[in-house]
C-alpha cells in the first residue's frame, strides 16, 4: 500500500476499485475481455489516484509500445469516422497501432479516457475535437506528444491542425448570397462549441460584408445531428417562412433539415436551398445531393497521425493538409 507521500500503486487501484491486481493489470494492457462495470471502476479509480503507470519499468520491459491513443467524439459522426479513418491510413505498415476511445463530448470522460490511455503506456495521443483546455492538453503534452485537431494551439510537444471555420461560414453563406438570396437562415451547432459558434460568426460576417441586415427569427440552434436538424426546420418553419435558404452548421443538420421540409412539402431547392458543411460521403447520394463546405477530415487525421509519428522518431514524411473549400451540388440555385 502507498505512503501518503508515495506515488499510487496498481495494488491501490485494485483496492480502490474492488477486483484484483490481474484485473488491473489486464485492463492497463488493452485486454477487452473484462467486465464493463469492473472497466469502469478501474477508470474511476485511475482519475481518483491520478496514478500513472511506472515509467522506469516500462522502460526495462523494452520501451515503446507502439501504440498511439486517440480520444474521439461521436463513433457515428462521418466527421470523425473520416478522422479515425486519416489516422489507420498515416500509422499503417509503421509497427504503430491506434487505440480509439470515445467520449462523446463529455470533458470528463475525457480526462478520464486520455488517463487511462496513459496508464495503458500509449506513445503518443491524438485528440480529434473535444473540450479538454488548453492547459489540460499540455500537461498531457509535458508526458507524451500531442497532435489535437480543430484548433490552435502553440506548445512544446504539442502539434495542433485547425481549418477556419470562421472562414467556412463566411464561404457558405456568402455563396448563397452571389446566387441572390437574401433571407437566409441558420441553423447553429451546440451554442457552447467553438466550431458551431465560428461557423455562426461566418453566417454573421457574410452579411456585414454584404452590408444585410438579419433577422434574430431566422437563427436556431441544432445539435450536428440528424435529429436537431429536422426539429430546428419545423422550429424554424413554425416561425417564418419568409426566407430562401438556409445555412446549416454540419451536414448531419442539412440531411435532418432535409428531411423536415420533405414533409412539409418544401422543394430543394426550388423553394429552400441548403448549404452544409464538411462534405460527409452521404451528402452526394440525397435527393438532390448536397451543397457544402469541404473539411478534409480523413487528410488531417493522417497528417495528425504522421506528426506525432515524427515526434516518436519515425522516418516518415510529414504532410499538411488542403484547406476548406466550397462544393457546390444541387442544393443551391439562383433565384429566379
Given amino acids: 500500500m502507498s505512503t501518503p507521500n508515495s506515488a499510487p500503486t ?28 469492473k472497466q469502469e471502476a478501474v477508470t474511476r479509480a485511475i482519475t481518483q489516484l491520478n496514478f500513472e ?27 470523425f469516422t473520416a478522422g479515425t479513418i486519416g489516422i489507420e491510413d498515416g500509422l499503417a505498415n509503421t509497427g504503430y497501432a491506434p487505440v480509439l476511445m470515445p467520449t462523446h463530448w463529455n470533458v470528463d470522460q475525457e480526462i478520464e479516457r486520455a488517463r487511462l490511455l496513459l496508464a495503458r ?8 475535437g473535444g473540450n479538454l483546455s488548453d492547459e489540460q492538453i499540455i500537461e498531457l503534452a509535458k508526458k507524451i506528444p500531442v497532435a489535437v485537431t480543430d484548433r490552435k494551439l502553440d506548445a512544446p510537444n504539442i502539434h495542433s491542425f485547425y481549418f477556419d471555420q470562421l472562414e467556412g461560414g463566411r464561404l457558405a453563406v456568402n455563396h448563397l448570397i452571389e446566387l441572390g438570396h437574401r433571407r437566409i437562415a441558420h ?30 427569427k431566422l437563427l436556431v440552434d441544432g445539435n450536428f445531428l440528424e435529429t436537431g436538424g429536422m426539429r430546428a426546420m419545423l422550429e424554424l418553419l413554425e416561425r417564418t417562412r419568409d426566407f430562401t435558404a438556409v445555412f446549416c452548421a454540419n451536414d448531419q443538420t442539412l440531411i435532418g433539415a432535409r428531411l423536415a421540409l420533405y414533409r412539409k412539402n418544401l422543394r430543394v431547392p426550388e423553394d429552400v436551398s441548403l448549404v452544409g458543411f464538411d462534405d460527409v460521403p452521404q451528402l452526394m447520394y440525397l435527393t438532390p445531393p448536397g451543397t457544402t463546405i469541404r473539411q478534409p477530415t480523413q487528410e488531417m487525421g493522417f ?28 442544393t443551391t440555385r439562383a433565384l429566379a
Avoid: F, M
Fill in 53 to 79: 503507470p511506472n515509467l522506469s519499468a516500462r522502460s526495462l520491459r523494452g520501451g515503446a509500445s507502439k501504440l498511439i491513443g486517440v480520444l474521439t467524439q461521436e463513433l457515428q459522426s462521418p466527421y
Fill in 187 to 216: 441553423i447553429a451547432g451546440p451554442p457552447t462549441q467553438s466550431d458551431s459558434i465560428e461557423r455562426r460568426e461566418g453566417y454573421l460576417r457574410a452579411h456585414r460584408d454584404a452590408n444585410l441586415s438579419i433577422d434574430p
Fill in 10 to 37: 496498481v495494488i491501490d487501484v485494485a483496492k480502490l476499485a474492488g477486483v484484483s491486481i490481474s484485473t488491473v493489470s489486464r485492463i492497463l494492457n488493452g485486454n477487452s475481455r473484462v467486465a464493463k462495470e
Fill in 121 to 128: 503506456r500509449v506513445d503518443a495521443l491524438i485528440i480529434l
Fill in 303 to 330: 497528417a495528425a497521425a504522421r506528426a506525432v509519428l515524427r515526434a516518436l522518431g519515425a522516418d516518415v514524411e510529414a504532410k499538411t493538409h488542403p484547406p476548406l473549400s466550397l462544393v457546390i451540388r444541387e
